[in-house]
């Protein structure tokens, strides 16, 4: 059998999207041989299939709300209810505040925002609290380092 007579009945076997060449014509095909592939079954391991083990979980979803205490509640929380601003101005004080974040200004107003050490008035105005912790007693006042 010549190369041209094989590659005609592979042609006429195979239907797949195959492009075939005619530059087989100028090969010479008296010295070309198909020879048919060797057996690699020799160097194949033979993989034994595993027995798999399944194991489902049922889980449930349950969402529990922890009480509010003081190690739960958010930094900016604290900061909200260390400025004694009336509650009803929460979302103008959380206002100012991203504001203050976001801004790229340092002068003592800024820093005193960022900071948290504002409140919101009753009649809307901002009032710059002072740096020092004014909720302690006048004992623990007149105890601190003034000096440092």
């Given amino acids: 059998m010549s190369i041209q007579e094989f590659v005609r009945q592979l042609k006429a076997v195979d239907d797949s999207t195959v492009v075939w060449s005619d530059q087989l014509s100028e090969v010479d095909s008296d010295h070309l041989q198909i020879s048919p592939p060797e057996s690699n079954a020799a160097n194949v391991d033979v993989l034994q299939e ?25 930094a900016v929380e604290q900061l909200f209810l260390a400025s004694h601003t009336a509650t009803d101005k929460k979302a103008i004080w959380l206002d100012y505040y991203e504001k203050a974040k976001k801004s790229k200004k340092t002068n ?16 809307d105005k901002i009032l710059i609290l002072p740096q020092y912790d004014v909720t302690k007693s006048t004992a623990d006042i007149l105890k601190d380092k003034w000096l440092k």
């Avoid at 107003?109 to 009753?122: E, H, K, L, Q």
Wanted: hydrophobic residues 35%; positive net charge; without cysteine.
């Fill in 108 to 123: 003592s107003v800024a820093n005193s925002m960022r900071a948290g050490r504002f409140m919101i008035t009753d009649d």
């Fill in 50 to 74: 595993k027995e798999s083990t399944k194991i489902t979980l049922n889980l449930t979803k349950t969402a529990t709300v922890p009480p509010k205490t003081e190690a739960n509640i958010s």
